[in-house]
């Protein structure tokens, strides 16, 4: 079972939208929480980074949150454009030894 | 100008060959990884290499191997290729050693077909 989870799977919103993605994660021990923005035929692009004291982490139309009690994040879009249309990956940084566990992925489309 | 590159962008070849992806950096950084996306779009580590140290993924079968001609370049060399090695392989590369708090950065992506 993969350490962490992301949900929903894919999503398709209207253009000026907002949305929000879920990452629910299992890694202990905590070290930080990424989430990557990935377009089609691309490599990864990092979007925020937060640790275990960090709440909220705001990057431009792009907010993550981060509960460590309940060992869950979120990634809110605000006001969607086109180009927000990609796959949004939730990262978990083990502490012990920085193994990067990666989600599946929600694959965002936004439609004008 | 394009901080992490590799090549080629697509790889088609015949099972049983030998292959090589080509990453470069042109970030000054001191480590840099090889990533395998699979079909259901899982990122896993292979391996993360700086001038002092090489981490391999206990999962990585020895067919694969890092090469490192200085500290801009990390090549993956692939031998006796299969068919379960089709993937889009990413190179990455990051200031420090430990993936601390540190960005890391991602080439565009080799997408390998194996027939």
């Known amino acids: 079972k993969n350490q962490v989870e992301q949900s929903p799977q894919s999503l398709i919103i209207l253009e000026g939208k907002n949305c929000t993605l879920q990452?629910?994660?299992?890694?202990?021990?905590?070290?930080?929480l990424r989430w990557y923005k990935q377009d089609t035929g691309r490599g990864p692009v990092s979007l925020t980074i937060?640790?275990?004291?960090?709440n909220t982490k705001s990057n431009g139309r792009y907010t993550a949150t981060l509960d460590a009690d309940t060992k869950q994040s979120s990634l809110h879009i605000t006001a969607s454009q086109l180009s927000d249309s990609a796959s949004y990956i939730c990262?978990?940084?083990?502490?012990?030894?920085?193994?990067?566990?990666f989600g599946a992925g929600t694959r965002l489309t936004v439609k004008p | 100008d394009t901080a992490v590159s590799q090549t080629p962008k697509y790889l088609v070849t015949q099972m049983g060959n030998d292959k090589s992806i080509k990453c470069e950096q042109n970030?000054?950084?001191?480590?840099m990884y090889w990533y395998k996306q699979d079909s259901k779009k899982f990122l896993k580590i292979m391996f993360s290499?700086?001038?002092?140290?090489?981490?391999i993924n206990e999962t990585v079968p020895n067919r694969f191997s890092p090469k490192s001609p200085d500290k801009a370049h990390l090549n993956l060399h692939i031998n006796s290729l299969e068919l379960g090695d089709s993937a889009v392989y990413f190179c990455?590369?990051?200031?420090?050693?430990?993936?601390?708090?540190?960005?890391?950065?991602f080439g565009p992506g080799t997408r390998l077909l194996v027939l």
């Open positions: 990455a590369s990051s200031q420090v050693a430990a993936v601390g708090l540190e960005t890391q950065y």
């Open positions: 990452c629910n994660y299992t890694v202990s021990p905590f070290s930080n």
């Open positions: 937060m640790t275990f004291s960090e």
């Open positions: 990262v978990v940084i083990e502490g012990n030894n920085n193994d990067m566990r």
């Open positions: 970030l000054g950084h001191d480590t």
């Open positions: 290499y700086n001038n002092k140290e090489l981490i």
